[in-house]
């Protein structure tokens, strides 16, 4: 089975501090994903990366960064947090493009920003 | 830039009846994938169908079946004999054919009454 790990379930965080997320997937997937859950407005792309150092900007990147140094892994980066990225932030996994995989999810990472 | 609208923000349904959700998509392209995904209270997302848009045959998976309309661009879930386990919220995604990224709905909750 496809796993695919985000570091922490809850954080909580202040103004103005710099916040990683990390994610982890255990399948070779080319594809990495960070996205933003909020009610009534779905899941959001936020940046995505397609191979290892690779990363476009999703509908959303304004306030964060990303970071793929290896396959496996797809940091996020709140470079300096609000209140208003208090959130549900999910990341995925896929397979290239060019096959109709899905993509495979983490258990989310629920950030509270005070 | 493609759209995904889910009209129904709650949904009900009686167990061991059926429901249907509803997906419309804005999109120029002619080849692409359309998902159904399943997030239960516990968070992770999961895959509950898929459909590839090149093909007529709507896509089944036990109790879950589509009804995919492509000139109409609409994708809608169907499901019979609900379960109480049904219960979760509902994401429709998109992804274009030889496209990295995916694009989800706002979701519907589904909520199976004993």
């Known amino acids: 089975d496809v796993k695919v790990t985000q570091s922490s379930r809850y954080l909580v965080k202040r103004t103005g501090e710099k916040v990683f997320l990390e994610c982890v997937q255990d399948?070779?997937?080319?594809?990495m994903f960070w996205y933003r859950q909020d009610p009534g407005l779905g899941l959001r792309l936020i940046y995505f990366?397609?191979?290892?150092?690779?990363?476009e900007k999703g509908d959303i990147p304004e306030g964060y960064s990303v970071s793929r140094e290896k396959k496996e892994r797809f940091s996020l980066i709140l470079e300096s947090a609000s209140t208003n990225q208090t959130s549900m932030y999910l990341c995925?996994?896929?397979?290239?493009?060019?096959?109709?995989?899905?993509?495979?999810f983490g258990q989310g990472t629920r950030l509270t920003v005070v | 830039a493609q759209t995904v609208t889910q009209s129904q923000p709650e949904m009900s349904v009686q167990e061991a009846e059926t429901v249907t959700l509803s997906c419309t998509y804005d999109?120029?392209?002619?080849?692409?994938?359309l998902f159904w995904y399943k997030q239960p209270p516990s968070r992770q997302m999961i895959l509950v169908i898929r459909?590839?848009?090149?093909?007529?045959q709507n896509a089944t998976e036990n109790r879950f079946s589509v009804n995919f309309q492509k000139a109409a661009k609409s994708f809608s879930l169907k499901i019979s004999d609900s379960q109480l386990g049904d219960a979760a919220m509902y994401f429709c995604?998109?992804?274009?054919?030889?496209?990295?990224?995916?694009?989800f709905g706002a979701g519907t909750r589904l909520t199976v009454k004993p």
């Open positions: 990366s397609y191979d290892v150092k690779m990363k």
């Open positions: 999109t120029s392209e002619s080849d692409y994938y």
């Open positions: 995925a996994s896929s397979l290239t493009h060019d096959t109709n995989t899905e993509a495979f």
């Open positions: 459909q590839e848009a090149y093909k007529q």
């Open positions: 995604a998109y992804r274009r054919y030889n496209n990295n990224d995916m694009r």
């Open positions: 399948m070779d997937h080319e594809n």
